[in-house]
Structures are given as structure tokens and as C-alpha cells.
């Protein structure tokens, strides 16, 4: 149910009929007895330049939903189409080369980040598997996103376990930027912070895409958040979209049921909205 119909030339990234089914495995032969429908005939189109924040409740797939959209899961069926190529259909190698342009941001940043490197190692990994500039290159443009995130650039001499969450988060932004991407899919990227930390995130996600000229898809339970952050939002329930429309109408007006009733459970959603996201 979306009430914004988008031009074709403003579209970053599209899906249609995209599902992701885990089966179900039962009995001593572990033999699959249904599906798991997690991602169920999703279409969706991401517009170049904004941030289309993706709400639901836990377990509804919209986390299943990113990791499928930068094909970190493979889909059941479907398409995915990134500035008009179908990502499905890329072999390994075309599919390392577009990962340059989507990037993925993690909830956890203790899982995502090794704890067995230097933080100058990690945001510099993808440098290294794509060729760019040379080794001190890289420790300077390692540099340079340390310091637009708001770290010293001390920091790369560091392990991520000497950091708090919300430094790790923004280690994992560095991460993420690095090879300036056109497409970030930040999932669920603060829910584990302070509400004080989860500020400073955001704000900072707000910084960067105006500098990098970034879309995001931004996926959160937390209707605050993603009414604070989004231009446009994404309602998903039971591994479909019910209901899309911009920000402030969406919150103002909501017609799917599911939305109503999510928004009755969050009676102030939008708490200091920012004007200009």
C-alpha cells in the first residue's frame, strides 16, 4: 500500500516479488517438513538521495529483508535491481565489484567487527579486496573516515573491544563508507545504544549522508527513531510490506491496521523530529 508512486529515474534500488524462505527441518532425518516465509513477495523501490526507514515488530523480516537487499542472503525468488541491474542474476565476481556501491551496517558491533583486528585493518579491508591506492593510502584515508566520524585517528591502532557500543557503531560507519558507497542498509543501527548514545548516532548518520551524498535503508523497531531519521517509511508485517508513505503522513494518517495499531502502542512516535533530514 503505497501512496507515493516514484518516477523510474529516481529509483536507486527496486525489488519485486523478492521472498526469502528458510525451511523447516523436523525429526531425527531433519528432513523439511515447510517453509519459514520471512521475506513473502516484497516490492520495493528506494529513491536516489533519500532514507526509507523500514519498521516492524521483532520477527517481522525486515532485518531478513536487508541482509537479502545487499544479497548477504540469497533470495528465494524475486528480483533486485540496482541502478537497472538485476543483482540475482551476478556471479560471484560482478557481485564483488557491485559491493562497492552497498554497503551494510550491523546492530551488533561486536559481531561484526573482528576482534582479532586493529581497527585500521578493518576499515581498511575493503580498500585492500578492491585494489584502492597503495598501503599508505590506505592508512591515510583510514584516517580521514576515523576523523569524519568523530575519532582520532589514534584509534586505528586500537582492538574494537577497547571501544564503547557507540564507538564501535561509528568504527563500523567508517567501515562502511570507506569505499563510498551510493547505497548504506544500516540494520537496526542503534537499538543496542543509550538513548543519549542513539542521538549522537543518529545525528551523526544525518551528517554523513549529506557529506557522502548517501540512501539509506533504515531498519528499526523503535518508531522514534525511524520517524526522526526517514523521509519516507516502509511498514512490514509477517514478511510484507502493508503500508509505505512519507514520513510525516504516514505517522499523521495512517491507514493499515497494523500501522494504526503500532502507532497506538507508541503514542508519541516522533519525539524533536528534525526538519532536515
Known amino acids: 500500500m503505497s501512496r507515493e508512486p516514484a518516477r523510474s529515474g529516481d529509483i536507486l534500488l527496486s525489488t519485486r516479488g523478492l521472498k526469502k524462505y528458510f525451511p523447516v527441518k523436523q525429526g531425527l532425518l531433519r528432513r523439511t517438513s515447510g517453509y519459514l516465509q520471512a521475506v513473502d513477495g516484497v516490492d520495493l523501490d528506494v529513491r536516489r538521495g533519500e532514507t526509507l526507514g523500514l519498521v516492524g515488530e521483532s520477527g517481522c523480516g525486515k532485518s531478513t529483508l536487508a541482509r537479502t537487499l545487499v544479497r548477504l542472503l540469497e533470495p528465494t525468488e524475486g528480483a533486485i535491481t540496482f541502478e537497472g541491474v538485476d543483482i540475482v542474476e551476478l556471479g560471484a565476481r560482478a557481485m564483488k565489484e557491485m559491493r562497492r556501491h552497498m554497503q551494510i551496517v550491523f ?62 557503531q561509528r568504527i563500523g560507519l567508517a567501515r562502511a563508507l570507506v569505499l563510498q558507497p551510493k547505497l548504506v542498509v544500516a540494520d537496526e543501527p542503534v537499538s543496542a545504544l543509550d538513548v543519549s548514545i542513539q542521538s549522537q548516532v543518529l545525528n551523526l548518520l544525518v551528517a554523513l549522508k549529506k557529506e557522502f551524498d548517501l540512501t539509506y535503508v533504515f531498519v528499526a523497531h523503535d518508531l522514534a527513531v525511524v520517524g526522526y531519521i526517514s523521509d519516507r517509511v516502509a511498514v512490514m508485517y509477517l514478511g510484507r510490506i502493508v503500508e509505505m508513505a512519507p514520513s510525516d503522513e504516514l505517522f499523521a494518517r495512517p491507514l493499515h491496521p497494523y500501522t494504526v495499531a503500532l502507532l497506538s502502542a507508541n503514542p508519541e512516535p516522533v519525539p524533536g523530529r528534525k526538519s532536515n533530514r
Not at 578493518?122 to 579486496?129: R, V
Not at 583510514?142 to 575519532?151: C, N
Request: net charge positive; glycine share 14%.
Open 107 to 168: 546492530q551488533d558491533s561486536v559481531g561484526s567487527l573482528d576482534p582479532r583486528m586493529k581497527v585500521g585493518t578493518l576499515i581498511a579491508e575493503g580498500l585492500s579486496i578492491h585494489g584502492v591506492t597503495g598501503r599508505k593510502g590506505r592508512k591515510r584515508v583510514v584516517h580521514e573516515m576515523l576523523d569524519r566520524v568523530g575519532m582520532a585517528p589514534e584509534a586505528a591502532d586500537r582492538y574494537p573491544h577497547q571501544f564503547s557500543g557507540g564507538q564501535r
